[in-house]
């Protein structure tokens, strides 16, 4: 069973930066996805980026140009860096891993809050 642990989430200034962080631990076996997803009050839970074992990475197209993910493997983490942020970006940010099983199993951090507010 995998356990994700997200931090680095708070309060921040538009047209500032934060960077999540998201350590899983257990076993995580490839190929595997790791990403990150957000949730606004009144929306639906939304893929903001991913990246999977082979490196291939994903963005949504609101993001893209302003937040980078990277995979640290040895340390079984994920990051999120993110620049220029507005408030639009203000939502729960959850973590994400996706392993492949029998079919593909789904795993989800507890969720660490972005507020980018003025």
């Known amino acids: 069973q995998v356990q994700l642990v997200e931090s680095g989430g708070g309060l921040v200034q538009p047209g500032g930066s934060l960077r999540l962080s998201c350590a899983a631990s257990?076993?995580?076996?490839?190929?595997?996805?790791m990403g990150w997803y957000r949730q606004a009050p009144g929306k639906q839970r939304e893929l903001v980026a991913d990246?999977?074992?082979?490196?291939?990475?994903n963005y949504a197209e609101s993001v893209k140009g302003r937040f980078t993910i990277s995979r640290d493997n040895a340390k079984n983490t994920v990051y999120l860096q993110m620049n220029s942020l507005k408030p639009e970006d203000t939502a729960v940010y959850y973590c994400?891993?996706?392993?492949?099983?029998?079919?593909?199993?789904?795993?989800w951090g507890q969720g660490t809050q972005v507020t980018v507010s003025s």
């Open positions: 994400n891993v996706n392993v492949l099983g029998s079919s593909w199993f789904k795993y």
């Open positions: 257990g076993s995580i076996f490839s190929p595997n996805v």
């Open positions: 990246k999977t074992s082979g490196a291939i990475t």
